[in-house]
Every structure is written in structure tokens, then in C-alpha cells.
């Protein structure tokens, strides 16, 4: 029911911008309104991408205005100066976008915090100085004479008949969106935003992910640029300066910067009052100020001090939608690894060491895991287990010595070639997506076993591998005891739930090898139980375990080894009862405990 509420919500807008042009007298709209809703069109489409950049990839852009001057102007010149067709102009543009977005987002998105901010508004700064002082783009008066665009033999001169185009354009943006962030990268995306490293940790190669959509959102940009340069036909920089780049950024955040929808309607209410205010304030102030920046400015910090998610939200409410994804009934299942043999050595670490400088925090630590075992890392506060942990998964390098898996050396590889070996992983604090659904947030964990790619998804050419990855998520949740809780936000769950749905998401991965990282941290008795019975579960179907724990009780009615630490050393290892009674042991960790 709730989809089919979204379902009516699209059509009923469909219906209603489409029918506008065409409305018979009485209700006839008027040009004005219509080259209103033009604008809106055209800003939507740059808040669209500036949602996915912004909202979703956590990346706070200002200059997105100068990619509209690089569509604008490329259409403009090629279609003046060498008449080219301006479809072609518009596939130059994107070319040449592209380009630019690529250099510019191979730098920028490498940059964090407040430098990310203001490396936007320095490139956006250069581009609109660079389009008012070029001689061949007329400088800041600009190029004129831009033909108009047509469509099969009927030329759209007025702003009444390109509003259909510019439209199209808007859901086409809509359509692309949602089918991206409802894909295996649109999941990896949607981590982004605060969850970096667990991405990485599922195999998501992050710096290339934020300059792809750092590309896209440029292109919306400057498809934007193509559609102005041929409504207006002409171009000059005013409208591509750092002004209308912070205007952008405000019509995403207005409508709410993390929905697709929120950016339409931001741009239509930004649109609307900027206008509204323009024309009421000089009849009540006169003309000889611009009184309606400071009110524009008063309102806008009142709208995002009691909607800081946003007007979308409280839109969305009368309009809900069900999980975006769902477990189809029938999928081809994904390929598996062959499991080791039982006793066969995973992981050897080999006198592995971690300096921070003068601080030694693994000092020399050696110990192995073979197939079908449960190895417990066990110590105080501070002995170096969870940097131990993160040595092995690729977090952290080493200082000197070696770790193996399979035979392989793996002490200098990245979390997201270590986890395609075959190493799953969990977290100390629990790492999730809460906004997204449990079957989402496990099957980000089968992100390498995948393949399809951001324009596949774009296109809608990912459906076969989806139900597939859909498909094997669903089992693993099955596989853990969560099935009721399959379409519930991730958010939530109760604690011990949301460890469960980690192990889930780990095993997600295909993994020969699972790392917990204090797994019955903060649980009570009972889900400590469970969380027991389910490892033990998991060691009968073959599965190997290195588990650091502080809970000893819980570690020492599971683990098959255990390897124990105090202050970044090894000091003892072996079976579970032996390591109860060695006299360093009690000394340093157990108390005294019979």
C-alpha cells in the first residue's frame, strides 16, 4: 500500500506539471508562469546532483554553478562559431565536463572537513573567472545569437514549447537517481557519508567512488548549462559565479538534502519566494535597496532552524513508500569460494609489530588460526588487541614483520583487497547505515560479488545481478535468525541485533575467515547466549573465527585458542583452560580468578 502511494504521488506530479502548458481558458497558465516553472526545471536538475554530492556523499560543494557555465558555454561556442548541431554541442559538453570534473575531482575529493568546502569555491571562483576573461568567449558580455533547439523537425523557441524538454529532463534526472541509490553503488554511496572505513572494510574503493559522483552531479550540472544557453540564447558568466553556486547548495538543503524529491521541491520554493519578494518588498521599502537579500536570508536560517532535515520530510509524509528493495522469489545464487579443509593454516601472523612513533603498541606478536577454529584475543585495556585486529584487516600497516592468509602476504594490502581474499570483518562500535533497511545494509557486504557498475545501475541493466545480491543477503539474514526484521531500518534494532546484523553482513562477503571485533560488547546475558549459539553454528558449517572479546566467561566457553596480550606483547597462547591457570596470565588479566 505504501508503494502504491508513491506510485500515485509520481503520476499525480507527472500529470499535473505536463498538463499546465496546455490548460484551456479559464485556468490558462500565463508566460510568466510558465518561464518560471522553466527556471524551477533547470535549477532542480543541479539540485539533484547537488542531493547525491551533498546529502548522500557527504561532500559539500559550492561551485556547481560553474559546471552549468561549462554545458552553457560549450553549446554556445560550438553552435556560433563552427554551427555545430547543438545535439552534438550538448554531447561535446558533457565530453568536456566530464574532463574537467575528473582533474578537478581527482584533487578535490581527496580533501576532508572544511578544506573540501573551500576547494569548491576556489575551482568554481577560477571557472567563472576563467568563461568573463577568454576573448573567444566574448568575456563578460558574453556570446549571443544561440539557435534554438529542436526536436524531431519543431523548433522550441518559446519558453512554452522547451518546457516539455526541460521537464523531461527533471524526472529523467529523478528516475537516474533512484535507480542508482536502489543498486549495489548506490548502497556503497549512501556509506559514504560516515561510514568510510566500513566501506572499505566490504571491498568499496571510496576515493573513486566520491570523484564518480562528484562526475555525475557535474554532468546534471552542465546539461542544466545546455538547456539556459538555448532558453535564454545567450550566455555571459553572471549566472555561473560563486552567488548562484551557494543558491544551488540552498535548494538542495531547503527541500532536504538527503531526498531526490526534496531538490525539486527546494528549487521551487526558492524560486518562488526570491520572486515573491522581489516584487512585494520594493512596493513596501522603494527602490533603493536590495531589501530582499536580508529577508530572503532571515527566512531561510528560520526554515533550517525548525526544518533541519529539510521541507521534504514533512511532504513525504503524506506521500509514503515501502523498502526500496526486496528478495525476489527466484535468483540464480552467486558463486562461493571453496572452503578450506579443517586444520588447514588461514592466518599466520609473524612477529608483527606497530610503532606510533616513539609508543609501541604490537610489540613482536605471533600466532596462528586454522580452518574450522575459534581463536579468542583476549587482554586488558590498552594491550594492543583491536590494533593487533586492525593490523590483520588491512586498517593499519605494520612496522615490521609479516602476516599470511592462505600462504599469501597480506601485511601490505588495503581492507578492500584484504576482504577479497576471503577475510569478513566486524566492528568495535557498531557501524551501520541506520536510514537503510537490515537487507540493505547486509547486502553491502556482497559488494565484490558483484559487478555492476554506476551507469548500468543509471540505466536500470542491473536487475538480474541485484536479485542476486538481494537473494544471497536475504539468506545470510536468514542464516543469523533475523528474517522478521529483513525490511526494518537498520536503526532500529536493539543493540544485540545490530552485532548480529554486522555478522551477517560479514558473512555477506563469502568469507573463510571472520573477524569479530568484541562482538558481546554492551549485550545482556541472553543475546550473549545467542550470539554464542550462532558462532557455534557457524564453526559447524566450516566457518573460522579470530574474535577479540573483553567478556571471559563468553570466550572461554567458545574459543578453541586464545591468544593473550598485555601491553602490546604476547604472553601467553593456547588451550582455554591452560591460559586460565598460567601464572602471567592471572597476574595481568584474570584477577586472581578461580
Not at 527566512?299 to 526486496?326: E, I
Not at 557455534?536 to 563468553?554: I, T, Y
Request: proline share 4%.
Amino acid at each position: 500500500m505504501r508503494k502504491l502511494w508513491h506510485h500515485k504521488f509520481f503520476g499525480l506530479f507527472l500529470v499535473v506539471v505536463f498538463a499546465l502548458p496546455v490548460l484551456p481558458h479559464p485556468v490558462h497558465v500565463p508566460e510568466y508562469w510558465i518561464t518560471l516553472l522553466n527556471y524551477i526545471g533547470l535549477y532542480s536538475i543541479v539540485a539533484v546532483g547537488l542531493v547525491l554530492l551533498t546529502g548522500i556523499g557527504g561532500m559539500t560543494s559550492f561551485g556547481q554553478a560553474a559546471f552549468v557555465g561549462v554545458g552553457a558555454y560549450a553549446t554556445a561556442y560550438l553552435t556560433t562559431q563552427y554551427a555545430v548541431s547543438p545535439w552534438l554541442a550538448l554531447v561535446a559538453g558533457i565530453v568536456l565536463t566530464v574532463f574537467v570534473a575528473l582533474v578537478i575531482g581527482a584533487i578535490t575529493m581527496r580533501l576532508s572537513g572544511h578544506f573540501l568546502p573551500l576547494g569548491t569555491i576556489a575551482w568554481g571562483l577560477s571557472l567563472y573567472y576563467l568563461f568573463g576573461n577568454l576573448e573567444a568567449l566574448g568575456k563578460y558580455d558574453g556570446i549571443n545569437g544561440i539557435p534554438a533547439l529542436r526536436v524531431l523537425g519543431v523548433s522550441l523557441e518559446s519558453g512554452r514549447s522547451i518546457y516539455y524538454l526541460i521537464w523531461l529532463v527533471v524526472f529523467g534526472a529523478v528516475v537516474s537517481m533512484q535507480n542508482l541509490l536502489n543498486s549495489r553503488p548506490g548502497r556503497a554511496i549512501r556509506s559514504l557519508r560516515g561510514a568510510g572505513l566500513m566501506a572499505e572494510a566490504m571491498g568499496v574503493n571510496t576515493t573513486w567512488m566520491r570523484v564518480v559522483i562528484f562526475v555525475y552531479s557535474a554532468v546534471l550540472a552542465a546539461i542544466s548549462g545546455f538547456l539556459y544557453a538555448h532558453l535564454q540564447r545567450a550566455v555571459n558568466p553572471t549566472p555561473f559565479g560563486l552567488n548562484h553556486g551557494i543558491e544551488y547548495l540552498f535548494m538542495a538543503v531547503v527541500g532536504g538534502v538527503s531526498h531526490v524529491w526534496g531538490a525539486i521541491l527546494g528549487a521551487a520554493i526558492l524560486t518562488v519566494v526570491q520572486d515573491y519578494l522581489q516584487t512585494l518588498l520594493p512596493m513596501l521599502l522603494g527602490q533603493s535597496g536590495n531589501f530582499e537579500i536580508i529577508v530572503f536570508g532571515v527566512l531561510m536560517v528560520l526554515l533550517l532552524q525548525y526544518a533541519r532535515q529539510g521541507v521534504w520530510p514533512f511532504v513525504a509524509r503524506w506521500f509514503p513508500r515501502g523498502p526500496r528493495a526486496h528478495v525476489p522469489e527466484h535468483a540464480e545464487p552467486l558463486a562461493r569460494r571453496a572452503k578450506p579443509a579443517a586444520g588447514e593454516l588461514l592466518l599466520a601472523v609473524d612477529r608483527a609489530r606497530k610503532e606510533f612513533g616513539g609508543l609501541v603498541a604490537v610489540n613482536d606478536v605471533s600466532f596462528e588460526v586454522k580452518a574450522g577454529q575459534i581463536v579468542g584475543l583476549i587482554g586488558p585495556n590498552g594491550a594492543g588487541k583491536s590494533t593487533t585486529f586492525n593490523l590483520v584487516t588491512g586498517v593499519l600497516q605494520v612496522t615490521r614483520g609479516q602476516i599470511h592468509f592462505h600462504g599469501e602476504r597480506i601485511d601490505a594490502l588495503s581492507s578492500r583487497e584484504i576482504v577479497k581474499r576471503g577475510i569478513g570483518r566486524t566492528f568495535q562500535h557498531v557501524k551501520l547505515l541506520p536510514g537503510m533497511t537490515v537487507l540493505e545494509n547486509v547486502a553491502l557486504g556482497a559488494h565484490l560479488r558483484g559487478s555492476a557498475g554506476v551507469w548500468r545501475s543509471i540505466a536500470r541493466l542491473n536487475a538480474t545481478e541485484e536479485g542476486r545480491l538481494m537473494a544471497e543477503a536475504a539468506q545470510q539474514i536468514r542464516r543469523v535468525g533475523l528474517e522478521q526484521h529483513m525490511y526494518d531500518e537498520a536503526g532500529s534494532l536493539a543493540l544485540g541485533q545490530q552485532r548480529i546484523l554486522e555478522i551477517a553482513r560479514a558473512l555477506c562477503c563469502d568469507p573463510t575467515l571472520l573477524l569479530l571485533d568484541e562482538p558481546a560488547a554492551g549485550l545482556r546475558y541472553q543475546e550473549k547466549q545467542r550470539l554464542a549459539e550462532l558462532l557455534r553454528k557457524l564453526k559447524a558449517e566450516g566457518m573460522s573465527v579470530l574474535l577479540v572479546e573483553h567478556d571471559m566467561d563468553f570466550v572461554m566457553n567458545l574459543a578453541d585458542q586464545l591468544v593473550v596480550m598485555e601491553f602490546g606483547t604476547r604472553i601467553a597462547h593456547g588451550l582455554p583452560q591452560d591460559v586460565q591457570n598460567d601464572p602471567a596470565v592471572v597476574e595481568a588479566y584474570l584477577g586472581g580468578v578461580e
